[in-house]
């Protein structure tokens, strides 16, 4: 058998290896004097749009811009800290952005590439100051180096924010407003409910919705507003309410009333958390061993016939699957929580599905949302529609 030593406080026989130095070839498509001679003219015409909006319509006095890096510099390591920091903003988030670059020294390139664009803010006052600031820079510092980054400059505006074309019908939007770092979510709101209340439209803020650096959250009122509504300087984002496909279930043919017995065991686990988020279930119903919590979205609404036929046939579906005749049901693989988002008033479904999310302070393994057709969903893997329903104490179903 082979010696093997130990060696202790073997740690005293290392040393450290520098890494290599780095070597900055980078070549970069414009000049500090390049960059300013594009951009603050850009910057200045930014600095009037912003000028014009009403105090209203900017909380804290603060305004967005809109910073398109050149493609080049879409690494994070060449995001502009320096600059925007000595400038007073501050970034509220970015989106891929397509355009044609002034100049590119990059061999492969093509004519329109992807780039970042950043969204910052900061007070009209620093705004203000950004072209003399940015004329002032001194070319080797670190700020203007960030600065020869920047292609495109521009203040947010209503075309931004409003898409599409919400006037197409409907009086309910979504909206997304920016949440500032250093602010907490309450400034946000209600200066934007304040905001929004001069310009006709009513923000429901039971359904909002927070998402990283951004609240999503129901307004209603008229389409021809929204413009207005638009120059909120922290919104980011004004579109119809995403709605849920709630046209009531068409019959391809008359149900089949097929005997089948329910299993008796319970489910294989309890671990999941899955959340069928759908019409609702009836008063009566053979799944009650099967569902952990049942609630309604809207307790005010009635229920609609249609959509409760549908909801248990979804959380049917997913429970048992497509059911043999004359068979016992195949035992579940979990429990189910059962959130009823479409009823008689269903106007935000969207928000409203989304905030069931995590209906037990963490994400559900599977959320099934109303659909018109079950057979579709995908990763259910649902061959067939099993339906179970109260028949004389008798379960039953139809495919």
Same mark, same amino acid.
């Given at each position: 058998?082979?010696?093997?030593?130990?060696? $202790?406080?073997?740690?005293?026989?290392?040393?450290?290896?520098?890494?290599?130095?780095?070597?900055?070839?980078?070549?970069?498509?414009?000049?500090?004097?390049?960059?300013?001679?594009?951009?603050?003219?850009?910057?200045?015409?930014?600095?009037?749009?912003?000028?014009?909006?009403?105090?209203?319509?900017?909380?804290?006095?603060? #305004?967005?811009?809109?910073?398109? &890096?050149?493609?080049?510099?879409?690494?994070?390591?060449?995001?502009?800290?320096?600059?925007?920091?000595?400038?007073?903003?501050?970034?509220?988030?970015?989106?891929?952005?397509?355009?044609?670059?002034?100049?590119?020294?990059?061999? =492969?390139?093509?004519?329109?590439?992807? =780039? =970042?664009?950043?969204?910052?803010?900061?007070?009209?006052?620093?705004?203000?100051?950004?072209?003399?600031?940015?004329?002032?820079?001194?070319?080797?510092?670190?700020?203007?180096?960030?600065?020869?980054?920047?292609?495109?400059?521009?203040?947010?505006?209503?075309?931004?924010?409003?898409?599409?074309?919400?006037?197409?019908?409907? @009086?309910?939007?979504?909206? $997304?407003?920016?949440?500032? *770092?250093?602010?907490?979510?309450?400034?946000?709101?209600? !200066?934007?409910?304040?905001?929004?209340?001069?310009?006709?439209?009513?923000?429901?803020?039971?359904?909002?919705?927070?998402?990283?650096?951004?609240?999503?959250?129901?307004?209603?009122?008229?389409?021809?507003?929204?413009? #207005?509504?638009?120059?909120?300087? &922290?919104? @980011?984002?004004?579109?119809?309410?995403?709605?849920?496909?709630? !046209?009531?279930?068409?019959?391809?043919?008359?149900?089949?009333?097929?005997?089948? @017995?329910?299993?008796?065991?319970?489910?294989?686990?309890?671990?999941?958390?899955?959340?069928?988020?759908?019409? $609702?279930?009836?008063?009566?119903?053979?799944?009650?061993?099967?569902? $952990?919590?049942?609630?309604?979205?809207?307790?005010?609404?009635?229920?609609?016939?249609?959509?409760?036929?549908?909801?248990?046939?979804?959380?049917?579906?997913?429970?048992?699957?497509?059911?043999?005749?004359?068979?016992?049901?195949?035992? *579940?693989?979990?429990?189910?929580?059962?959130?009823?988002?479409?009823?008689?008033?269903?106007?935000?479904?969207?928000?409203? =599905?989304?905030?069931?999310?995590?209906?037990?302070?963490?994400?559900?393994?599977?959320?099934?949302?109303?659909?018109?057709?079950?057979?579709?969903?995908?990763?259910? #893997?649902?061959?067939?529609?099993?339906? !179970?329903?109260?028949?004389?104490?008798?379960?039953?179903?139809?495919?």
């Amino acid at each position: 058998m082979a010696n093997r030593f130990i060696i $202790g406080k073997g740690e005293l026989l290392t040393y450290d290896i520098p890494p290599p130095p780095m070597r900055n070839n980078k070549v970069h498509p414009y000049s500090l004097i390049e960059a300013q001679a594009a951009v603050v003219p850009q910057l200045i015409k930014a600095v009037q749009d912003v000028k014009s909006l009403p105090p209203e319509a900017c909380p804290l006095d603060l #305004a967005v811009l809109k910073l398109d &890096l050149h493609p080049a510099y879409i690494a994070k390591s060449f995001f502009p800290r320096a600059f925007l920091r000595e400038a007073g903003l501050v970034s509220l988030g970015s989106r891929t952005v397509k355009l044609s670059p002034r100049t590119d020294h990059r061999i =492969t390139a093509p004519d329109i590439c992807e =780039t =970042t664009e950043l969204f910052v803010a900061g007070p009209r006052a620093a705004l203000a100051r950004l072209p003399d600031y940015a004329m002032q820079l001194q070319d080797g510092t670190t700020a203007a180096m960030q600065f020869r980054e920047v292609e495109n400059v521009s203040a947010m505006t209503a075309l931004d924010r409003v898409r599409p074309n919400p006037a197409s019908g409907g @009086r309910v939007f979504e909206v $997304g407003l920016h949440r500032l *770092p250093d602010q907490s979510l309450d400034v946000v709101r209600r !200066a934007f409910t304040g905001y929004a209340k001069a310009c006709g439209f009513v923000v429901n803020t039971k359904y909002e919705f927070p998402v990283g650096g951004m609240l999503f959250l129901a307004v209603e009122g008229d389409p021809s507003g929204l413009d #207005a509504l638009a120059m909120f300087t &922290l919104l @980011r984002v004004v579109r119809p309410m995403p709605a849920v496909r709630s !046209a009531r279930p068409l019959a391809r043919s008359s149900p089949i009333a097929v005997s089948f @017995r329910m299993p008796t065991a319970q489910s294989l686990s309890d671990e999941p958390s899955v959340a069928i988020l759908d019409g $609702g279930l009836p008063d009566q119903h053979i799944l009650q061993r099967y569902i $952990g919590r049942y609630e309604k979205s809207d307790a005010a609404a009635a229920d609609v016939p249609d959509y409760l036929e549908h909801g248990l046939g979804v959380t049917s579906a997913f429970l048992f699957g497509p059911i043999e005749p004359g068979t016992e049901a195949p035992r *579940p693989y979990s429990y189910v929580d059962h959130y009823r988002v479409l009823d008689a008033h269903s106007n935000h479904e969207g928000l409203r =599905t989304l905030s069931h999310a995590g209906p037990r302070g963490r994400d559900p393994a599977v959320a099934s949302v109303p659909v018109h057709e079950p057979q579709s969903w995908p990763g259910l #893997a649902i061959r067939g529609f099993g339906r !179970a329903c109260l028949d004389g104490g008798a379960g039953h179903a139809s495919q």
